[in-house]
């Protein structure tokens, strides 16, 4: 099992999402309420998806079976689902 690669991925999908998280930020800048609980979840967010990704860096052309497949779905709706929280 390729678990390396799995987390590798997860800390991509934490970056996109602390990218993501700074769009309410701005939105809530442009309206004068407070963007800082959305800039410091972006934060927290992007510096734990940077921590996984140069922990589990590897080479680019790793292959994925069904099981790494699930797992990393799995992984990536319950990662979403907490930080979206």
């Known amino acids: ?3 390396p690669g799995v987390v590798f991925l997860l800390g991509r999908l934490l970056l996109a999402l ?3 998280l700074l769009v309410p ?3 809530a800048g442009l309206n004068a309420e407070d963007p800082w609980p959305f ?3 972006a934060g927290f967010t992007g510096i734990m ?7 589990f860096r590897q080479q ?3 292959a994925f079976a069904r ?3 699930f797992l990393l779905v799995t992984a990536a709706w319950i990662t979403a689902s ?3 929280a």
Do not use: P
């Open 25 to 27: 930020a701005a939105v």
């Open 1 to 3: 099992m390729n678990l």
């Open 39 to 41: 800039l410091y979840a």
């Open 49 to 55: 998806g940077l921590a996984l990704q140069r922990s």
């Open 60 to 62: 680019r052309d790793f």
């Open 82 to 84: 907490l930080v979206g």
């Open 18 to 20: 602390a990218g993501a």
């Open 67 to 69: 099981r790494e497949a």
